[in-house]
């Protein structure tokens, strides 16, 4: 049983179409990150959840309770801003007591439960100072206090690690996830960060331009996405997409040569042809050929190399299309040409245009692990 | 020569200290941004310096000296223009009335524009909204003088629609500006009417820089009517409203066009019934232009101005207590 439910939810502000026939389910003690580029209605889609934003159309359900027309105040819920919209005129404890003052609990209970959230967060010590005297850091555990302590029925978070340097959001993404494990609260997370939606998501949900495009656990996600947007927005660097046409048994590359790359029978059967499609691979797939290397193999003469200390970034050109290999390689010099290689298994094509997968391999298993919607 | 460069203060930095002595602005380049600069505003620092402070150098002399306006001597008395003014029932009378007229305006005035801000903007997406805005701010851009004539006519005893609507409404009617009693209140009506629409702007200014996000932060912790508005809303414009009370109690203890038009004209001097009316500014207007006493005008002011310039710190300090958070 889901805790929260959107059916084909639409909103439309005037002419402009926001999101467009959502259908979604958050279950129990669920975590589920939205993510897409800005603009693309998630944060709509989670203001509309906590009642901030009406529907155009379409119904909200937490478990068996109809929410579409409940306001925002009667929902019980817990939110985490993106700049944490503390209270800048209370202390810290007056901000935490602030929701169970507006239920009317007791001062006993406020401050025993708040006792407990401060400790959980380890925000004891900040628990009479103003926001405005807090680091950023500080202010988000505040702000996640805040929406902990009345104990809500969910959680929804708008990009609340967004304004913290890239350390302290990294250390923060762990401690979400750890509090979101031991609290079991259904959460609706949105974000723009690919890394923050496949670190701490039981399922992703992809969205762009008010469509969902795809839902699924973050490895299916990112090792069958559904469509070529999601196969480029999730991954860093994103995913090498090769425009080709399949012509003939081989795959002509759009270059000025129109090299043609041969494709073995196996997936020149699966894809129409001759057809637009895009192959796309991810860039840490790639390896330097050996001699037992099955797959296709890809001359990549290197252009630049970013070392990351790790691991390097390396831009190349096949056949004059720009192409990236993250490796941890070392010593691969410029202006070299490398052979690499990459399974064919391993390779992803999406119809031109549309951006739809297409599974030359393996359509039979396509229906069981993608939930399209 | 180029390592040498950055030793050298930047001729627009503020913060080094040789620019704060402009003696030492010797470089050409800091010579003509001052020429530039000072010649910018050199014709409204012109005007100030004639028509306000000059005119106020010399009321501060004139205070404290025997002062005629037909005679070039003037003499100094020190205090005597001072210890005059504190023995005239007249002069008490007048703060006292200035002191009735601000306690009652202010609150009113500042209650009543942040009431009529809030149900602005409640309808603010409402067809006709920014027309309500305009009708709202409308009187306070009338002529004073103007505008006041109407409201002589508005409380007329006799033919007046101030009584008129007593009347619809079964009350006792009122004398109004003729009443010793009425006099000071319709003026204070006037003024409210003429003045809160700058401070309803004012106000709907402040409502609109909240943040946004704290308010629903608010809604979703579960506040809404009076207790967001009591815990977050009112907090947050502290600092607008601080600056209206002042705002208002400084524009109020300066009154003058409207008692002059409201209480002279068919009710004789101006300032009546019985000085019911009389207000501190009204009397130096009159201590001055009426009854030539220029120096005893002058202490009046400086009077008047000790006492803004009192009400108004402790304001400040007030705010610094309660209002402003940050």
Redesign the interface.
């Known amino acids: 049983m889901a805790s929260i439910r959107l059916r084909t939810v639409n909103k439309q502000f005037g002419a402009r179409h926001i999101l467009k026939d959502i259908n979604l389910d958050v279950g129990d003690s669920e975590f589920v990150v939205v993510v897409g580029p800005s603009g693309c209605g998630k944060s709509t889609l989670l203001r509309i959840v906590a009642g901030l934003e009406s529907p155009t159309s379409g119904e909200l359900w937490f478990d068996e309770r109809a929410m579409t027309k409940v306001p925002a105040h009667a929902r019980n819920i817990g939110m985490v801003f993106q700049n944490y919209a503390l209270y800048p005129h209370m202390t810290v404890f007056d901000n935490l007591a602030f929701g169970m003052v507006a239920r009317k609990a007791s001062r006993p209970d406020i401050q025993h439960k708040i006792a407990e959230v401060a400790s959980l967060l380890e925000i004891e010590s900040l628990l009479s100072s103003k926001p405005g005297a807090l680091s950023g850091g500080q202010r988000q555990r505040v702000a996640v206090g805040r929406a902990l302590v009345r104990n809500p029925y969910a959680f929804l978070m708008d990009e609340p690690l967004s304004n913290l340097d890239a350390l302290l959001r990294e250390r923060m993404r762990i401690e979400l996830r750890r509090l979101h494990d031991r609290l079991q609260i259904p959460t609706l997370y949105v974000t723009h960060d690919q890394t923050e939606a496949m670190t701490m998501a039981d399922r992703i949900v992809v969205m762009r331009d008010g469509v969902i495009l795809q839902v699924g656990e973050p490895e299916v996600v990112y090792h069958r996405p559904a469509t070529a947007f999601v196969a480029q927005f999730l991954g860093s660097p994103p995913m090498n997409l090769i425009p080709i046409t399949v012509r003939n048994g081989d795959a002509i590359l759009h270059n000025a040569a129109s090299t043609p790359v041969p494709l073995p029978p196996e997936i020149r059967h699966g894809l129409d042809a001759p057809s637009d499609v895009s192959m796309g691979f991810r860039p840490e797939r790639l390896h330097l050929s050996s001699a037992s290397s099955v797959g296709l193999s890809i001359s990549a003469k290197v252009e630049t190399v970013e070392p990351l200390g790790s691991r390097y970034h390396v831009h190349a050109t096949w056949h004059g299309l720009p192409i990236t290999w993250v490796t941890t390689e070392v010593g691969i010099a410029r202006s070299t040409t490398l052979n690499l290689s990459i399974p064919w298994d391993e390779l992803h094509w999406f119809e031109h245009g549309t951006g739809k997968r297409l599974e030359p391999l393996r359509a039979s298993e396509m229906s069981l692990s993608l939930e399209m919607v | 020569m180029y390592r040498q460069a950055p030793a050298e203060p930047l001729a627009l930095d503020q913060t080094s200290p040789r620019h704060h002595r402009w003696w030492h602005a010797w470089d050409p380049a800091g010579v003509r941004e001052a020429l530039v600069g000072y010649g910018l505003v050199l014709p409204s620092l012109l005007v100030f310096l004639v028509f306000y402070y000059a005119p106020a150098m010399f009321l501060l002399y004139i205070a404290f000296f025997h002062w005629n306006i037909f005679s070039s001597a003037s003499t100094f008395v020190g205090l005597r223009n001072f210890r005059i003014l504190l023995q005239q029932p007249i002069f008490w009378q007048s703060l006292l009335n200035t002191g009735y007229y601000v306690v009652v305006v202010v609150p009113v005035t500042t209650l009543l524009a942040l009431a009529l801000a809030l149900l602005l903007r409640e309808v603010r997406h409402i067809r006709g909204a920014g027309l309500s805005q305009a009708l709202v701010f409308l009187p306070h851009v009338t002529p004073v003088v103007a505008t006041s004539i109407i409201w002589v006519w508005i409380f007329d005893p006799n033919f007046g629609l101030a009584n008129f609507v007593l009347h619809a409404l079964h009350l006792p009617q009122l004398g109004w500006l003729s009443s010793v009693h009425w006099a000071l209140p319709s003026v204070m009506i006037y003024t409210v009417w003429h003045s809160v629409g700058l401070y309803t702007v004012l106000f709907l200014a402040g409502l609109a820089t909240l943040?946004k996000?704290?308010l629903?932060?608010?809604?979703?912790?579960?506040?809404?009517g009076w207790?967001s508005f009591r815990?977050?809303v009112l907090?947050?414009i502290?600092p607008i409203t601080f600056f209206v009370v002042v705002l208002a109690t400084i524009n109020t203890m300066q009154t003058f066009s409207q008692i002059y038009t409201l209480t002279g004209g068919p009710h004789g001097g101006a300032g009546g019934p019985a000085f019911s009316t009389t207000t501190d500014s009204l009397l130096i207007y009159q201590t001055a232009f009426l009854y030539l006493h220029f120096s005893l005008a002058s202490a009046m002011s400086l009077i008047l101005f000790a006492l803004i310039l009192a009400i108004t710190l402790a304001q400040k300090l007030l705010a610094d207590r309660m209002v402003f958070?940050?």
């Open positions: 943040p996000q704290v629903e932060a608010a809604q979703i912790d579960g506040a809404r207790l815990r977050v907090p947050l502290g958070y940050r």
